[in-house]
Antibody
Framework: QVQLQESGPGLVKPSETLSLTCTVS????????WSWIRQPAGKGLEWIGL???????SYNPSLKSRVTMSVDTSKNQFSLRLNSVTAADTAVYYCARVDRLHYYGSGSYDYYYGMDVWGQGATVTVSS | EIVMTQSPATLSVSPGDRATLSCRAS??????LAWYQQKPGQAPRLLIYGASTRATGIPARFSGSGSGTEFTLTISSLQSEDFAVYYC???????????FGQGTKLEIK
């Protein structure tokens, strides 16, 4: 059974760096892609970034200048760093496994990179 | 950047009835679309991918349809556990990136 667990400080001061780690159990981090998603209280989901090959990343354009994702294969963990945070970065942060899911549609076989396993979420508040 | 728009924002349906949720993309995403369910205090759960393929363990009362820019999630006979918020999500192959819709809250009528 694959499980993901987010960890990190629950309180970050404005202008500082938010750092979170996602620990993966039950699956090798080298075998999948991984993503971070966040959700402000009472609002919708916002995709933050994707590590689609170990060491290769893609980020939400709106956050790209402040985001870094990294991986530690020896610990089966991947991490998120978001710098220069403001109150607008207060949210629940989720990590998720991204799997290549095959399907048949429109007359051909194709695949979708779906987020099929999620962590429980880590609440991060930005406040002085 | 592709924008995903879901409608309605809130849908009130009685248990046992059918619910139809819509998602529209600002440009064609072919079948690169997924649906997620989120209950209060929980992480989202993948329901549908490839616009119409149910994820592992998802009941047959959930079905997805559409391609291009118009998509629909249908729940054929609502159970009490189905009342939740539903999000559509598109995946762009290159550069790899995702966009979520703003969500539809399915509530008990």
């Amino acid at each position: 059974q694959v499980q993901l667990q987010e960890s990190g400080p629950g309180l970050v001061k404005p202008s500082e760096t938010l750092s979170l780690t996602c620990t993966v159990s039950g699956a090798s981090i080298s075998s999948y892609s991984w993503s971070w998603i966040r959700q402000p209280a009472g609002k919708g989901l916002e995709w933050i970034g994707l590590m689609y090959i170990i060491g290769s990343t893609s980020y939400n354009p709106s956050l790209k200048s402040r985001v870094t994702m990294s991986v530690d294969t020896s610990k089966n963990q991947f991490s998120l760093r978001l710098n220069s945070v403001t109150a607008a970065d207060t949210a629940v942060y989720y990590c998720a496994r991204v799997d290549r899911l095959h399907y048949y549609g429109s007359g051909s076989y194709d695949y979708y990179y779906g987020m099929d396993v999620w962590g429980q979420g880590a609440t991060v508040t930005v406040s002085s | 950047e592709i924008v995903m728009t879901q409608s309605p924002a809130t849908l009130s349906v009685s248990p046992g009835d059918r619910a139809t949720l819509s998602c529209r993309a600002s440009q064609s995403v072919k079948s690169n679309l997924a649906w997620y369910q989120q209950k209060p205090g929980q992480a989202p759960r993948l329901l549908i991918y490839g616009a119409s393929t149910r994820a592992t363990g998802i009941p047959a009362r959930f079905s997805g349809s559409g391609s291009g820019t118009e998509f629909t999630l249908t729940i054929s006979s609502l159970q009490s556990e189905d009342f939740a918020v539903y999000y559509c999500q598109q995946y762009n192959n290159w550069p790899p990136m995702y966009t979520f819709g703003q969500g539809t809250k399915l509530e008990i009528k």
